[in-house]
């Protein structure tokens, strides 16, 4: 069980000029994951099927000619409209919420979500080896 005494805890994401964000101290103990950073919160706030990975894959309208959000660096970032477009298509989980609704509720996940600093280094950890073996097997 984890310790839920929360002083070794990491905030995920913050907001910064009214922008979502990811913590220093997050981006600091994912730096070596690269985008996988962004894929492992994704998956915090949608779970773990393998298309909720590209959650956070938000970069702009279509319009923009340059992509807006990354997140990787400390940029801002957003949550993508096709999963949450999706589940209004589907009417999860009622008949109703929108799109946007299902967006501010990941919106509001990614600001509340805060880990055990020893659970995102034990992700970072296996992620590393999952990284070295596919650009072994290239």
């Known amino acids: 069980m984890i310790d839920l005494d929360t002083k070794d805890w990491v905030q995920i994401c913050c907001v910064n000029e009214n922008e979502i964000c990811f913590t220093p ?3 600091n103990i994912t730096k070596c994951l690269g985008w996988g950073a962004r894929k492992f919160a994704a998956h915090l706030i949608a779970h773990w099927e393998p298309k909720f990975q590209y959650v956070l894959d938000y970069f702009g309208p279509e319009e923009v000619e340059e992509d807006w959000y990354s997140g990787i660096d400390g940029e801002a970032m957003d949550v993508s409209e096709l999963i949450p477009d999706l589940w209004e298509t589907h009417e999860i989980p009622l008949e109703g ?3 946007e609704w299902h967006r501010d509720v990941m919106r509001a996940k990614l600001l509340s ?4 600093r020893k659970l995102i280094e034990q992700y970072v950890k296996i992620a590393k080896k999952h990284m070295k073996k596919e650009l072994k097997n290239g």
């Open 25 to 27: 101290e997050y981006l």
């Open 113 to 116: 979500l805060k880990m055990p």
């Open 97 to 99: 919420l929108d799109g």
